[in-house]
């Protein structure tokens, strides 16, 4: 049976002045300033004919739930969107798999280990770093840990909070794709 989601849509920037095209004045190739914007995630070199594409980055949001029910999110500690609420998570690294990034990453932010993960969706994400528009596909897991009591802010987390799913604070939750994920998260558990 599918699963009707009220998605938070992500809006395009599409040469806006964080986008590569404004980052990039030579062709990394031949040198050339004949290097340019030939559609929204491509750049073209006209001289030697080199294509760079900016192509979506890999990563994780891993769900975990204590015994009540209640939801684990962190608090950014660092920009972009510090202050506000995520799940934890973040980047695959270059030849790393999917599932020991959510390893790593839980092992970095939670200071635990990883019992079962179960991936339940995946959404678009943009956001701003360096000054630079960065695409991703953010991977939403479910993941079961040791002991929820043992784990401890570290990382790039501030802090560490609990929330009933009624209560999740959607207008605190940094990224449209986390909000999807926890959205499409909760309207699982009323099928």
């Known amino acids: ?19 590569i095209s404004n980052f990039m004045h030579y062709c990394p190739h031949c040198g050339s300033s004949s290097f340019m914007a030939h559609s929204g995630k491509e750049m073209r070199c006209s001289a030697c004919g080199f ?5 979506a980055s890999a990563a994780v949001a891993c769900i975990i739930v204590d015994e009540s029910g209640r939801i684990l999110l962190a608090r ?37 280990k990883v019992v079962d993960m179960r991936y339940i969706c995946s959404f678009p994400n943009e956001y701003i770093f ?6 991703t596909v953010d991977l939403g897991f479910v993941c079961k ?7 401890s802010a570290a990382d790039d987390v501030a802090e560490l909070l609990w929330f009933a799913p009624a209560d999740v604070p959607f207008e605190q939750v940094a990224a449209p794709s986390i909000r999807n994920i926890l959205h499409f998260y909760l309207s699982t558990l009323t099928e």
């Open 51 to 55: 294509s760079l594409f900016q192509n």
């Open 145 to 151: 840990v040791p002991d929820v009591s043992l784990l």
């Open 130 to 135: 360096s000054g630079f528009l960065v695409y």
């Open 76 to 112: 950014r500690a660092f920009d972009p969107w510090k202050g506000m609420l995520d799940l934890p998570g973040g980047f695959v690294d270059p030849s790393e798999t999917i599932e020991n990034a959510v390893r790593r990453e839980l092992s970095e932010e939670l200071a635990t």
């Open 1 to 19: 049976m599918p699963i009707s989601v009220s998605l938070q849509p992500i809006m395009k920037k599409e040469y806006s002045p964080e986008h």
